[in-house]
């Protein structure tokens, strides 16, 4: 069975910094891309970052882009989000989310996270 | 960069009805189009992907259809757990804003 466990959300000061952990399970982790999704409170879903099963490929949205770093280690089979320079539009919660299909960057996301929530406030 | 538009934002359907939702992209996403729907405090879950591929385990009422740049979710008889928010998905990561599908 496919499990997306997240971890190291909550709150933080503007400007602070986080990191958000992802332990995942019943599938070759280093043959999937992996993708950071968030959503505001009450808001729709934003891609945020993805990085392809290797590690080698990384990409961002353009609203954390030089902010955010996403990374994997297929040893530990853990996805992560370093967060930094943490602003009051970052409060979401953060879904670690699993690519459909083996070695293709992009696709469709057929497993989620339970999401950790992110509050960046004074 | 590509926009995806949905429409409408809230759809009032009775039970047992007929639900269509569109999905418009701003420019030719060919195929690459998935849907997903998002129940409140819950993750989303894969329906269609493809544009018109059922995910594992969704049930035959769930249809997708389009391509280029216009799409179409139907859910040909509401039952009552399909009441949720939908989203469609250009392959790659951009969302639609999605559709909340509610109580008529």
């Known amino acids: 069975e496919v499990q997306l466990v997240e971890s190291g959300g909550g709150l933080v000061q503007p400007g602070g910094s986080l990191r958000l952990s992802c332990a995942a399970s019943?599938?070759?982790?280093?043959?999937?891309?992996m993708s950071w999704v968030r959503q505001a409170p009450g808001k729709g879903l934003e891609w945020v970052s993805a990085?392809?099963?290797?590690?080698?490929?990384?990409y961002y949205a353009d609203s954390v882009k030089g902010r955010f770093t996403i990374s994997r280690d297929n040893s530990k089979n853990t996805l992560y989000l370093q967060m930094n320079s943490l602003r009051a539009e970052d409060t979401a919660v953060y879904y670690c989310?699993?690519?459909?299909?083996?070695?293709?960057?992009?696709?469709?996301?057929?497993?989620w996270g339970q999401g950790t929530l992110v509050t960046v406030s004074s | 960069e590509i926009v995806m538009t949905q429409s409408p934002a809230t759809l009032s359907v009775s039970p047992g009805e007929r639900a269509t939702l569109s999905c418009r992209a701003s420019?030719?996403?060919?195929?690459?189009l998935a849907w997903y729907q998002q129940k409140p405090g819950q993750a989303p879950r894969l329906l269609i992907y493809?544009?018109?591929t059922r995910a594992t385990g969704i049930p035959a009422r769930f249809s997708g259809s389009g391509s280029g740049t216009e799409f179409t979710l139907t859910i040909s008889s509401l039952q009552s757990e399909d009441f949720a928010v939908y989203y469609c998905?250009?392959?790659?990561?951009?969302f639609g804003q999605g559709t909340k599908v509610e109580i008529k």
């Open positions: 989310a699993k690519d459909q299909s083996p070695l293709e960057l992009g696709g469709s996301i057929d497993y």
């Open positions: 019943g599938f070759t982790f280093s043959s999937y891309a």
């Open positions: 990085i392809s099963g290797s590690g080698g490929s990384t």
């Open positions: 420019q030719s996403v060919s195929s690459n």
């Open positions: 493809g544009a018109s």
């Open positions: 998905q250009r392959q790659p990561w951009t």
